[in-house]
């Protein structure tokens, strides 16, 4: 190092190269930055070169502020082509926004029509529901309906015992979806006339069966008495004609 004019002095070298190495310090690394001023800052104070710094300091500005103009003037090209680019991925960044919140709204609007057909469906599954259940409910009633005309029918043709039958079948019946209902109550309520016509024309038919078996049985009498006094008339005749049949009885051996 060249001799100095006064202790602790430096020349402009020295003073560059200080300079030169506090810029390429860390910036992220506070305690070492101050380190290094320090002892500059003190021996700026005690050597009275503030002038001599501040022009090496001038200086390295205005040589990194023109290799910061070069560097911007060499990748100017690039840097309006990244900053166009920018632009457009911007553009489209804001275009693309707008349509999913477009979508969104869309799909909010499909979600809450989906909704209402799902409302409208359920609805119109349980309606389905409750006409199926009606409908059994009709046919178990036709059914029963024909049970009773169908013992109408054979108290008419005198099938009594078939009709009982029925009554009974009628009676106890299963627990089902009509026991509790007023038609069912008022079905079995009516079981009971049934009956007493079954039994008015079973009494009506054994009178009239009786009454027939009495004037078969006084006409089964007559013609038994015709019958035998017609043999006896026969017998008593042949005695007559036979001398020798005069000891024998009618009807004996």
């Known amino acids: 190092m060249a001799n100095r004019g006064k202790k602790g002095r430096l020349d402009a070298a020295e003073i560059d190269q200080q300079l030169q190495q506090i810029h390429l310090l860390d910036a992220a690394s506070t305690s070492e930055n101050l380190e290094q001023l320090a002892p500059i800052i003190k021996n700026i104070h005690a050597t009275r070169q503030q002038d001599a710094y501040l022009r090496t300091l ?28 920018m632009l457009n991925v911007r553009s489209s960044t804001n275009n693309l926004r707008d349509r999913i919140i477009a979508l969104d709204d869309s799909v909010n609007q499909a979600g809450k ?8 469906l359920l609805k119109a599954k349980k309606a ?29 043709q005198g099938k009594y015992y078939s009709a009982l039958r029925s009554l009974d079948d009628i009676q106890y019946l299963p627990p089902n979806s009509l026991s509790q209902t007023p038609f069912f109550n008022h079905l079995l309520s009516s079981l009971p006339s049934y009956r007493m016509q079954i039994k008015d024309a079973v009494t009506a038919s054994l009178k009239t069966w009786l009454f027939e078996l009495r004037n078969v049985s006084r006409q089964v009498g007559s013609l038994a008495l015709d019958a035998m006094e017609a043999r006896s008339n026969r017998w008593v005749a042949r005695k007559e004609k036979e001398p020798q049949l005069k000891l024998c009885r009618l009807g004996g051996a």
């Open 128 to 156: 389905g529901t409750n006409l199926d259940e009606t409908i059994e409910a009709l046919q178990s009633c036709l059914r029963l309906l024909d049970l009773v005309n169908r013992i109408g029918e054979l108290i008419k």
């Open 113 to 120: 029509a989906l909704a209402e057909k799902k409302k409208g």
């Open 58 to 85: 001038k200086q390295l500005a205005e040589s990194k502020e023109a290799e910061i103009q070069q560097i911007c003037s060499d990748n100017y090209q690039d840097f309006v082509s990244s900053v166009s680019t």
